[in-house]
């Protein structure tokens, strides 16, 4: 261990600098969206059963619901542009423009060199939550996803229910490409209705009881094409074990609604990043 230098304290104690000031983001319509989505007809649903994963396809422009229907349960959502799997959510950049934790107001954002909103979160039965005494919220973009690499790495075997290979065995079933290429495209995730944060001692991802119970849910508005996939996570409410076939696990029910023709009116999707991709040359 190196010896702290004399001004130790002085140096923790500097003001930090937000690294992203994201007041000029573009701001989402709230209040259209809202309007949109009191008119609008629920059109599809797709019931994610415990331990796996299932994919599900929203028109850019509709909204799309999870919620819990059965037992306090957690998702892991991955989504991709519908015509483009190479375009797909970006947790990190999410994380540095919004937080370690998502709600109402706040967006997905894909990955570069796209950058363009995928998802506006509308409504957030959990926003009551906030941030616990732990340092703990939920819908968070820290987490990666459990798989069975780590699992393999930490305690040997070979768990296949985990949310890497629920979110693979669904992209794979539903596009048609073979298992080791739709395992390529599965990317770090949204953990729905998930409670973590990082312990104060030794900076260490936690996880603890999620507070959601059937009724709660997490609403989002589309705005592009989207293909979602999303994985009921073997860990159930994640109180005590992340991946196991012990845990008590739920079902999750993901519902599209489409808004009435008019109700969008003024709106459209929005466009690639606009940077010009020169890089300097």
């Not at 994919?55 to 957690?74: D, K, L, N, T, W």
């Not at 797909?88 to 954002?109: I, Q």
């Not at 616990?132 to 768990?159: E, M």
């Amino acid at each position: 261990m190196t010896e702290a230098p004399p001004d130790a304290d002085a140096r923790r104690s500097i003001t930090p600098v937000i690294c992203y000031p994201n007041e000029t983001l573009p701001k989402p319509d709230l209040a259209l969206y809202r309007d949109a989505r009191v008119g609008a007809e629920k059109v599809s649903e797709v019931l994610v059963p415990p331990r796996e994963g299932r994919c599900f396809e929203v028109q850019a422009g509709r909204f799309f619901r999870i919620s819990s229907v059965e037992g306090p349960q957690v998702g892991d959502l991955n989504l991709h542009n519908l015509h483009d799997l190479s375009e797909r959510f970006f947790s990190g950049k999410t994380r540095a423009l919004h937080g370690t934790h998502v709600t109402t107001g706040e967006r997905l954002w894909s990955n570069l060199p796209y950058l363009r909103p995928m998802a506006t979160i509308i409504e957030d039965t959990l926003g009551w939550y906030g941030i616990d005494q732990y340092g703990g919220s939920v819908h968070d973009v820290i987490g990666t996803r459990c798989d069975p690499y780590t699992g393999n790495l930490l305690a040997g075997g070979h768990y296949h229910h985990c949310c890497h290979s629920n979110l693979t065995r669904a992209l794979s079933d539903h596009t048609g490409l073979p298992l080791h290429e739709a395992e390529t495209m599965v990317h770090d995730v949204l953990n729905v209705f998930m409670c973590t944060g990082f312990t104060r001692d030794t900076g260490q991802y936690f996880m603890k009881a999620s507070p959601v119970r059937p009724g709660d849910y997490l609403e989002f508005f589309a705005e592009i094409d989207l293909l979602g996939n999303l994985s009921a996570c073997p860990g159930g409410d994640c109180s005590s074990e992340h991946s196991s076939d012990t845990a008590a696990c739920h079902p999750l029910l993901v519902e599209i609604f489409a808004p009435v023709e008019s109700a969008l009116d003024g709106w459209s999707s929005p466009t690639l990043n606009g940077y010009d991709r020169s890089h300097g040359r």
